[in-house]
Structures are given as structure tokens and as C-alpha cells.
């Protein structure tokens, strides 16, 4: 019976949860003030399952060509393999290789504009550039890092789990044939590599992916990912009791196995070479003229 009582704790961690949206929704007077309880409330949930080496702020994610995101409301990055940069006043910027996971939340969807921007934001950090500068592809997981003896892969063919996983994050929403039909719209006009992974809406339903793996003999199952998508996947509002607790644990499923790099600093600072004089030693001849950095 342990697992139904798992079932049970993380069940009130939920309900918890959509009260405080509740609360945040219908209590809460300024507009900036009930954005900021929702993603407290959002964060507070979500650190009762990230494991120790993932961490939870909001700003924007950067790259080290000097591509920046939008303002993001949610990101959850790897603390261990990098440093944030916070540059005062709560504005704070994230290396894109630690980043895993980030979201847009809203106490309300109720029109295609504030859709449209949701998903624009997570398209923003999703066309980062998390291998700029590396001609070999690295790894890093549980603090340990190590380069891989394979090139770089095409954007279009790097594994789901070396992406950044993207979710929208409501409590009230216009018709879910509307979501759907955004969803779609969205997905037709763009790049796989940029879909949306999920949305929830904590009041009705969750919406992701779908595909026809080989190993299941074809048969339809939700997959997360928009790279193998051949569909949209969409809860029952019946069954609305249980969609936070399915977005825990498939949030938690991409966490689980999601890999990440160290941000070379060098290439962030745009010190890949420097000009410098060079003053050999007698015994050793070096020649002058332009110094890569690094090893």
C-alpha cells in the first residue's frame, strides 16, 4: 500500500496547490501582485520534488552567442554545473546549458493574445543555442562531466532529453477546443524544436503530445516531445482531479533524466582569443602574435 499512500500525500500537495491559485485569483487585488503569488505558489510545489541539484528562478536565459530569451516566469536549472549572474534589482540572467526546464504562468488564458505571448516566451529559450563554441558534445549530470567523443548533432536531431522541456502553467483557460486549435496553429507555423511540452490547466485539464513508437507496435502513446509528435494528447475534464498530480509526475519524468552542460565562460565573454605578448622562458622558444584561450 506504499504507493497509495504516496498517491494520497502528493494529492494534497495538489490540492494545496490550486487553492493557492484560487486564493492568488480571487483575493489578490494588484495584477503584478497575483503573478507573483501564482508563481510562488507554482515554485513552493515543485521543490517538494526536484532532486538537490536542481534549483528554481525566473529572468532570462541567455546564450553565448548573445542570444537572450524573454522574461521568463519559471526556470529550473542545474545549480551545481553553473553560476547565475544576478546583476541587482531581481534581474537575473541563466547560462541556457544548465537551464532544463522553464515556464509561463498565468492565473488566466481567456483570449489568443496572452496564449500567442505564453508560447512565444518559451520559444524564446527553446531557439537558444546550447551548444555554442563546443565542437564536441558534452554531458553533464549529478554534479559529473565529461566530454563525448561525437560532434555535435543538427538541433533537429539532438535527443529530447539535452532539450529544454517548456510548459504553460494556468488556472483558468478558454475552451479547450480553443486551446487546441492555438496549440495546432502553433505547432503548424514553427519548428518542432520549439513546440510547447505541455499545458496545464489546474481547474480542467493537461494537454501534450502523442506518437506511434516502433517498440509498441504503433499503438498511440503520450510521448512529452514534439520531435516524434503525431498529435495532440488531452485529459477528460472528468478526471480534472488528477491533473496536477499527472503533471508532477511527467514534469518529473523529464527532470529525472534531463542532461545539461557546463557554460564555458570563455565563449560567454567573447575571450576565446586575446592579443598578448608572450615571454618565454631561455630554454623554450614560443612564438608571438595571438593566444587561444583555454586547454
Given at each position: ?12 500537495y ?43 528562478g525566473?529572468g532570462?536565459?541567455?546564450d ?33 546549458e ?14 489568443r ?8 516566451n ?25 566530454a ?71 499503438e ?76
Amino acid at each position: 500500500m506504499a504507493h497509495s499512500k504516496l498517491r494520497e500525500i502528493f494529492q494534497v500537495y495538489c490540492r494545496h496547490l490550486r487553492d493557492e491559485f484560487e486564493i492568488a485569483l480571487g483575493l489578490v487585488i494588484h495584477p503584478g501582485e497575483k503573478g507573483v503569488a501564482r508563481e510562488r505558489a507554482l515554485v513552493r510545489h515543485l521543490r517538494r520534488l526536484l532532486p538537490e541539484r536542481y534549483d528554481i528562478g525566473s529572468g532570462f536565459v541567455v546564450d553565448a552567442e548573445g542570444a537572450i530569451s524573454r522574461q521568463i516566469d519559471v526556470i529550473i536549472y542545474d545549480h551545481i554545473v553553473s553560476p547565475v549572474f544576478d546583476v541587482g534589482g531581481g534581474l537575473k540572467y541563466y547560462p541556457v546549458e544548465c537551464v532544463v526546464a522553464v515556464a509561463e504562468v498565468k492565473s488566466t488564458i481567456k483570449d489568443r493574445a496572452t496564449m500567442g505571448s505564453a508560447l512565444e516566451n518559451i520559444a524564446s529559450v527553446k531557439r537558444l543555442n546550447r551548444f555554442a563554441g563546443r565542437p564536441r558534445f558534452e554531458d553533464s549530470i549529478h554534479g559529473a562531466h565529461g566530454a563525448i567523443d561525437a560532434i555535435v548533432p543538427e538541433k533537429s536531431q539532438l535527443h529530447p532529453r539535452y532539450r529544454i522541456f517548456g510548459f504553460i502553467f494556468t488556472s483558468e483557460s478558454m475552451s479547450k477546443e480553443s486551446v487546441i486549435e492555438e496549440l495546432t496553429s502553433f505547432c503548424a507555423a514553427n519548428d518542432r524544436t520549439i513546440w510547447p511540452n505541455m499545458y496545464v490547466d489546474i481547474s480542467k485539464d493537461l494537454i501534450s503530445h502523442i506518437s506511434r513508437p516502433k517498440e509498441h507496435g504503433g499503438e498511440v502513446v503520450l510521448s512529452l516531445y514534439g520531435e516524434d509528435s503525431c498529435g495532440l494528447y488531452s485529459t477528460k475534464e472528468a478526471d480534472s482531479d488528477n491533473t496536477v498530480l499527472l503533471f508532477t509526475a511527467l514534469l518529473y519524468r523529464h527532470l529525472r533524466w534531463a542532461r545539461v552542460q557546463e557554460p564555458d565562460l570563455l565563449n560567454y565573454f567573447f575571450l576565446q582569443k586575446t592579443d598578448a605578448d608572450f615571454h618565454p622562458f631561455e630554454d623554450s622558444k614560443t612564438p608571438g602574435g595571438t593566444a587561444k584561450e583555454g586547454t
